[in-house]
């Protein structure tokens, strides 16, 4: 067996599956079509004549489609040297499945393979070997790869199995895919890290600005929902979680705690200038008790001396909301740079 591969369709993580077009050509010897007595020269035979003379009954194992081509005719190669050496090549298009493990997408390496194997012959009757050359499978040097780096490993294996009628003859490529994550990288994720640094702005709004902050929470929340959302549309529903997962999950994460940390100063400023209202309207009507006793109106410079220290401890109230919220300045970004820290140097090491 060999293969020239011209070139790879699309590969589809959501059906577990890839495309690609190749040329496979099989070489045997057949003792009773040797005619070097005859004259030393190889026929060319028409692909009509590949139904006239034995050849193996190769089907692909994990093949979901296949068809060869047949524009402007059968895509055939027949030739049979003098001493009986036949080379027969086909041009196939097929759909394989391919099991990827998508942990780590999308900064993950796949294994897919390509398994021939027969379908009628034991290995008592046949047997299958990739042919004796440095690389028997060959890429076509100007294929590219729209979402894996075209620089392809291979290694080569012997895949027969028992099925109960017999071992059957079994030879497989496994090809070793690198996902090229730039795409990626610009489309998800910085967006995200700019939604969640977004998020932060909140944090040097006035805490009055209510319309503004909530506006600014809801929105970045409700941008990360839907670019999760067309990522989910675009993967397998698969039982385990995936490195994307993770990274839009924090971010969410980050950005609705950005909410949450406005409601709670929302709260908090709130409740203390409810608390200070009631105490320096408390000191006013005492102030206008004692003045009323005796006999003269309060002035506005009379009560203010007596609220004075209302409005300082509502100063100091006041200060506890700005800690929170230089708290959250430091914070939010300082946790969420050691997160893409760990994420990355997690992610590239398993790539690498």
């Known amino acids: 067996m060999e293969m020239y591969i011209n070139h790879f369709g699309s590969i589809d993580a ?14 045997w010897r057949d003792s009773r079509l040797a005619f070097k007595q005859m004259f030393n020269e190889s026929l060319n035979l028409g692909h009509a004549r590949s139904s006239h003379i034995w050849v193996p009954d190769v089907y692909f194992r994990n093949a979901k489609q296949a068809k060869m081509h047949e524009i402007t005719v059968p895509n055939k190669l027949l030739r049979v040297s003098p001493e009986g050496d036949i080379v027969f090549s086909q041009r196939l298009a097929l759909v394989l499945t391919c099991n990827m493990e998508l942990e780590f997408y999308p900064l993950d390496n796949q294994a897919c393979s390509i398994e021939m194997e027969s379908f009628g012959f034991t290995t008592k009757d046949v047997a299958f070997h990739w042919r004796n050359v440095t690389n028997p499978v060959v890429f076509n040097s100007e294929m ?15 895949c027969s199995k028992e099925y109960g009628l017999g071992t059957f003859p079994c030879v497989l490529v496994r090809l070793h895919l690198t996902r090229e994550y730039g795409f990626y990288l610009i489309q998800t994720f910085i967006p995200s890290i700019l939604i969640v640094m977004l998020s932060w702005v909140s944090f040097w709004l006035d805490p009055h600005a209510t319309p503004a902050r909530i506006s600014l929470g809801l929105l970045t929340v409700l941008t990360m929902t839907t670019q999760i959302s067309g990522i989910v549309a675009q993967l397998p529903k698969v039982s385990y979680v995936k490195a994307i997962d993770v990274w839009m999950a924090v971010c969410l994460i980050f950005v609705f705690a950005a909410l949450l940390e406005f409601a709670v100063v929302n709260v908090l400023v709130r409740k203390e200038e409810l608390r200070a209202a009631e105490m320096k309207q408390r000191e006013r009507e005492k102030v206008e008790q004692v003045t009323t006793e005796t006999n003269e109106k309060p002035t506005d410079s009379e009560v203010d001396p007596r609220c004075g220290k209302f409005e300082k401890n509502k100063q100091r109230k006041y200060k506890r909301y700005m800690e929170v919220e230089i708290g959250a300045r430091i914070a939010f970004p300082f946790v969420f740079a050691l997160f893409n820290l760990f994420f990355w140097l997690c992610t590239l090491r398993v790539i690498a």
Do not use: G, S
Not at 144 to 158: A, D, G, R, V, W
């Open 14 to 27: 959501v059906n577990m599956q890839f495309e690609v077009d190749l040329n496979l050509r099989q070489r």
């Open 144 to 158: 590219e790869l729209p979402e894996f780096n075209k620089n392809i490993n291979k290694t080569y294996e012997n």
